[in-house]
């Protein structure tokens, strides 16, 4: 998300991407949404068939009472007949208790519905963040994903379950009506009818301006999400520079942008209400006139006036409700429009075609860069044309300057990122025919940055690998030398990590050097894993790490040139080139960059 | 939930009185209505009414109608601009507080749960007020006055509607007490799946290393289906709500038919044409107090939720940062000078110390450095001087004050802070350099351009499509671990601060690069004191002072030279990284 709000420059010259304000697709969101909803299918029209009977029974119900009012009317003077009275009473009873069940089934439907729908597209997102390439993050906040993960999906679920069946059962109610009134006078239908169309323009033309503020309202709620979770997450930073007030003014423009599309969404649904029932007191009155002066002509009787009193009730009553559940569902679409955006983001290459596999056992373990040339986006080449033959076992170690491109070589090792051309080959295969789960699975990662999730050490070390012992993730803590520093945690093993963890970055470090041991592959990479280590613990580390690359192919990227001094080949990048290769007395006595960068480290 | 409408201010107040005028006006026209539809019905029986006469009335009618729409928009206008303010103003609100916090609060609350807490509870507490508020208003002026209307008419039929009312309030506090705990769960589960995600997002490297993907899916599947079925269930109980509703109100006009015909029946016959009249005027009322109370069940249903929101929210203002503005403004004649007094520090929730009686001084222009292996307190003994956290014990002092004493922004005007995990915020280059607020005027551009160069990023940065203002990502994700880290040293440079902290900072930068920026940072703050942290002993090796630390306990302090003859700890960490050559070199 490209932001230049915080330059007084006027704009950014650059093509940055800019966010589209312009009112996206209604229908086409409803569209999708149907799409979308396809295995409910079933379900929801068992929920229809059930608001259609319960609206058709609550027609009938005036019906019967006004029969009631009769009766008594007739009995005024002659004596009520009782039996009748009791016998419609019941029969009135039955009915509205049918309806009622009835009513509830559907909503328990669309509520069973909703809610799994929301699910399920929970479920594809997260599904869906580890089908992505990690271009498409380096390019999005997470806090605007994980907008759409709770507030979106959040939306799409309370809405839903709200508007569908409100909406169907007063279709329904509002076809019915229409239908008797036809049946009744069609001059009095048309006239109630016109009454109320005036009420349905009004309501599609505050729809569709509503409608435009609800997208904006979740677009910059989103904006704001994200900020407020970058200074969240960075509250050291912004605490120590005083950048409070810089941070809250950003924030003030952000929710001042929220504010108003919150306040016209709001206020512009609010008004639909009102509206309708005015133009129901409207057509009412309409109604009256009209018959009373069909009355006066003698065209009809007094009694077709009062019936069309119920009519225009019940022909108008549901245009409210139509009113709320379309300000329901656009809300609904709103919000899927979002969800359905990034579910539709473009994926990483299927690879279902892929049948080669390479088996962890039998991997010998060479790998081939074969002038691999590569840059993250297309105007800036980071690798150029590089070259390198690594035997089983080795160990090879890439140092350099930073920004050399030396993460780069493990994003395109671990097939992260496409290679530009040139190609990469594992035992002779090349990585484009292998599919990204079977490389991975062929080494074992350790990255500088310490990612732990909350939960117990225990589920931390093993992670996803199954039939793990205690025994061996104890093993595999001595080994990196922190098996005391866990015994002494209040529950050892179970001891629960949490985000803000008074856990020093390095023993962080120590645990995931751990739980890359609990993995078994044949090859190994090391990105700046020892950087957070001090050095007396990298000594213990050290000596583990050597006892894991034996029989291992083994890369190891390090700043500190002590850790890599025992590699059997040296890659000294630079500029994304390889400028000197060779192991550590070879490229000592050659005096070159190496030299230079080695004895940089004790100069004063 | 009433704490949080205490920040209601005057003008909101004045607001609301407002919207209860209009509110009670409008009902006053909703029910002035049925009188005059029952005027045209009357008028239409009688067979000699002209036309004029129903248009007189149905003109009354009508400005009745407009009256009360012309109202109830007036009344959506400024409910929505009193929902919206508020929810603007409590946002507001939260992200100062949680600007306030120290680190101890973050950690207790935990940042996703803070950011739902400013995002999603706050949303769900306005729902409640911009459709809740005027509901709240007009249900039970309605219902009032549609009781005061019926009231004497039959206590039959009074009884039968006051009998329905409780049947309806029974169900709904039922439901309440059922539901509500459950809402509390629902947020907490909201949570959850918010940090998975998060925890999904951030570790995405590594979770695609470990094939791990089913494994995170499974683990966001577990809390999704939870959190589903508790929604599920909470639904279900509130669904009962609306068929009971209408089932009542259908049964209630029944009833009232029902007893009538007995009623007629009994009442002789001057009375049974009143009687029956009243009958049907009275099911419309009844009608009407149903209404209102099925107004107020809707705010029922929301309110659990806003409820549980608003205590979150409240939970989050009602907290105070532990750590407090103090009142020193003036400079001091003493600059650049750092003293630990026999400082220790422990976790509040923690028996154990993290720190045990560290006393030192630094001062201007000295370098100290502080070693140590993994866990013995090196940040936390530098978090204390920005008061990240406050000594348990003992005083910290800068230009020999208590840092406590300090108003914050001063005290952090005079340190320059690079913490151990370089942080980017989403900007450009220069902004992310020229950060925050040092009280004197923002850096300019050839300053900017001179801290990126003695941090050793000049050569990336004007390799940037942009140079200077090329946009770095939210979290700096197009930059690489030690581009952040020589930006985020740049970040301090460009501060001009007295003191510079920095939190293993290098970890993440090659040798040459490390040496080259600290010699040239030395040329460029002859001045400035430098608190260091470090793994490298290359990088502190010229230190004025070294302290070493253990477990917490300071083991040794001197320099490089002095240390190596008497303090083992640092001895051994020496011999891990250099060769016994390079050492008697020195």
């Known amino acids: ?604 | 939930m009433f704490k949080l409408l205490k920040k209601f201010n005057r003008k909101d107040v004045l607001i609301i009185l407002i919207c209860v005028v209009l509110i009670s006006f409008q009902v006053w026209l909703d029910l002035k209505l049925p009188d005059y539809m029952s005027k045209i019905t009357t008028l239409l029986q009688q067979s000699d009414t002209g036309i004029n006469s129903i248009l007189e009335q149905g003109g009354y009618m009508l400005l009745c109608a407009g009256g009360s729409l012309l109202s109830a928009i007036v009344v959506g206008y400024l409910a929505s601009l009193l929902s919206s303010t508020f929810s603007k103003n409590i946002r507001k609100k939260i992200f100062e507080k949680v600007q306030s916090f120290s680190m101890e609060e973050i950690k207790k609350f935990t940042t996703s749960s803070l950011i739902t807490r400013t995002t999603n509870d706050i949303t769900n507490v306005e729902m409640l007020i911009s459709m809740g508020l005027q509901l709240l208003i007009k249900a039970p002026i309605t219902a009032v006055w549609a009781i005061f209307k019926i009231l004497n008419k039959s206590w039959q039929w009074s009884a039968i509607t006051g009998v329905a009312v409780l049947i309806l309030l029974t169900m709904v506090v039922m439901l309440m007490i059922v539901v509500i705990p459950k809402f509390k769960i629902v947020q907490k589960l909201i949570d959850n799946i918010n940090g998975l995600t998060r925890e999904n997002l951030l570790g995405i490297r590594v979770i695609r290393a470990f094939n791990a993907e089913k494994y995170q899916e499974n683990k966001f599947e577990e809390g999704n289906i939870k959190l589903t079925k508790t929604q599920l269930f909470n639904q279900s109980m509130m669904g009962i709500m609306q068929p009971v509703m209408y089932l009542i109100m259908n049964c209630i006009t029944l009833a009232i038919y029902f007893v009538g015909a007995y009623l007629i029946n009994a009442a002789g016959f001057p009375d049974k044409i009143s009687i029956f009249s009243d009958m049907v005027v009275f099911t419309s009322y009844a009608m009407q107090v149903i209404m209102s109370f099925l107004m107020l069940a809707m705010i029922f249903i929301m309110y659990p939720r806003a409820s549980v929101s608003a205590d979150r929210i409240n939970e989050v203002i009602e907290t105070f940062s532990t750590i407090n503005d103090g009142d020193v403004e003036e400079e001091n004649y003493i600059k650049g000078e750092v003293e630990f007094r026999n400082v220790s520090f422990r976790y509040p929730d923690s028996e154990e110390y993290v720190l045990k009686d560290i006393s030192f001084v630094a001062r201007e222009g000295e370098t100290v450095a502080f070693i140590g292996s993994t866990g013995s307190g090196k940040s936390t003994l530098i978090n204390l001087v920005p008061r990240f956290y406050d000594a348990t014990e003992g005083e910290v002092l800068v230009d020999g004050v208590n840092v406590k004493d300090y108003k914050l922004n001063i005290l952090h005007n005079k340190l320059g802070y690079v913490p151990q995990k370089a942080v980017m915020f989403n900007g450009s280059v220069k902004y992310n350099v020229s950060y925050g607020d040092n009280g004197k005027e923002k850096a300019s551009l050839d300053k900017i351009k001179e801290a990126v160069r003695v941090a050793q990023a000049k050569d990336f940065v004007e390799k940037m499509s942009n140079t200077y203002d090329s946009n770095i990502a939210r979290g700096g994700t197009n930059v690489s671990g030690g581009q952040k880290q020589r930006l985020a040293i740049a970040r301090a440079i460009a501060k001009d601060p007295e003191i510079y902290i920095f939190d293993d900072s290098f970890s993440a930068l090659d040798y040459k690069t490390d040496y080259i920026l600290r010699n040239e940072l030395k040329k460029y703050t002859k001045n400035a004191t430098c608190l260091i942290v470090a793994q490298r002993i290359g990088t502190i090796i010229n230190a004025d002072k070294i302290i070493v630390l253990d477990h917490g306990n300071c083991v040794g302090i001197g320099t490089h030279k002095e240390l190596l003859k008497k303090c083992s700890i640092y001895k051994e960490i020496a011999y891990s990284q250099l060769s016994k050559e390079e050492l008697e070199n020195e």
């Not at chain 1, 997208?215 to 509250?235: C, S, V």
Request: charged content about 25%; proline content about 2%; hydrophobic content about 40%.
């Open chain 1, 1 to 604: 998300m490209s932001n230049d709000e915080y330059k007084s420059k006027p704009r950014n010259h650059g093509p940055g991407p800019r966010i589209a304000e312009k009112p996206k697709d209604l229908k086409n969101a409803i569209k999708k949404l149907i799409l979308y909803l396809d295995k409910f299918k079933p379900l929801i029209v068992i929920a229809l068939i059930l608001a259609v009977v319960s609206s058709i029974l609550s027609i009938i119900g005036p019906n019967k009472l006004s029969d009631l009012t009769d009766i008594i009317k007739e009995g005024l003077i002659t004596g009520i007949n009782f039996e009748k009275v009791k016998s419609i009473s019941v029969f009135l009873v039955t009915l509205y208790l049918v309806s009622a069940i009835f009513n509830y089934i559907q909503t328990l439907i669309m509520t069973n519905v909703a809610n799994n729908f929301a699910k399920n597209l929970r479920s594809r997102i997260s599904i869906k963040i580890n089908r992505l390439p990690l271009k498409y993050f380096d390019n999005n906040s997470y806090g605007d994903i994980l907008s759409r993960v709770t507030n979106d999906v959040d939306t799409i679920g309370v809405t839903m379950h709200q508007s569908l069946g409100s909406l169907v059962s007063a279709i329904t109610l509002f076809l019915g009506s229409i239908i008797m009134m036809f049946a009744t006078n069609w001059i009095m239908a048309i006239t109630g009818i016109v009454a109320s169309t005036i009420g349905f323009v009004f309501m599609f033309i505050i729809l569709a301006k509503s409608q435009k503020y609800f997208t904006l309202r979740q677009i910059e709620l989103g904006k704001l999400n994200g900020h407020i979770e970058e200074i969240y997450t960075n509250h050291n930073v912004v605490k120590a520079y005083n950048g409070e007030e810089e941070s809250l003014e950003k924030f003030d423009k952000l929710n001042e942008k929220v504010y108003e599309c919150n306040r016209k969404s709001q206020f512009l649904s609010g008004m639909m209400q009102p509206i309708m029932s005015f133009v129901g007191n409207f057509s009412y009155l309409a109604v009256c006139v009209v018959g009373a002066i069909l009355v006066m002509n003698n065209e009809i009787s007094f009694g077709v006036i009062v019936a069309f009193m119920i009519y225009v009730r019940l022909f108008t009553n549901p245009l409210t409700q139509i009113a709320q559940a379309m300000t329901n569902l656009q809300s609904t679409a709103a919000a899927s429009e979002r969800v359905f955006e990034f579910i539709e983001e473009k994926e990483m290459d299927d690879e279902k075609n892929i049948k080669k596999r390479l088996h962890k056992s039998k991997v010998k373990g060479n790998i081939v860069f074969d002038h691999v040339k590569f840059g993250y986006n297309n105007d800036r080449v980071i690798i150029q044309d590089f070259c390198c033959n690594v035997k089983p076992g080795e160990k090879i170690a890439i140092v350099g300057p930073t920004g050399a491109g030396k993460t780069t070589m493990v994003n395109l090792l671990m097939k992260f990122y496409e290679i530009n051309s040139g190609d990469i080959t594992i035992d002779g295969e090349s990585i484009r025919e292998l599919s990204r789960e079977n490389v991975h699975d062929l080494f074992i990662m350790v990255l500088q940055d310490t990612w732990l999730f909350e939960g117990t050490i225990r589920d931390n070390i093993k992670y996803n690998k199954e039939n793990v012992t205690d025994e061996e993730i104890m093993q595999a803590l001595e080994v990196v030398g922190v098996d005391h520093f866990v015994k002494s945690l209040p529950k050892g093993l179970d001891y629960v990590l949490t985000d803000n963890d008074s856990i020093s970055a390095g023993q962080k470090q120590l645990l995931t050097i751990a739980r890359g041991m609990i993995k078994d592959a044949p090859f190994l990479i090391l990105d700046e894993a020892t950087s957070s280590v001090d050095t007396r613990t990298e000594e213990l580390v050290q000596k583990a790490m050597d006892k894991l690359t034996e029989g291992r192919t083994s890369f190891i990227i390090a700043h500190r040139l002590s850790t890599i001094k025992n590699a059997d080949l040296i890659l000294v990048m630079k500029d994304g080139n390889i400028i000197e290769q060779g192991n550590h007395k070879e490229l000592m006595n050659k005096n070159g960059f190496y030299a230079e960068l080695y004895n940089s480290q004790f100069k004063k």
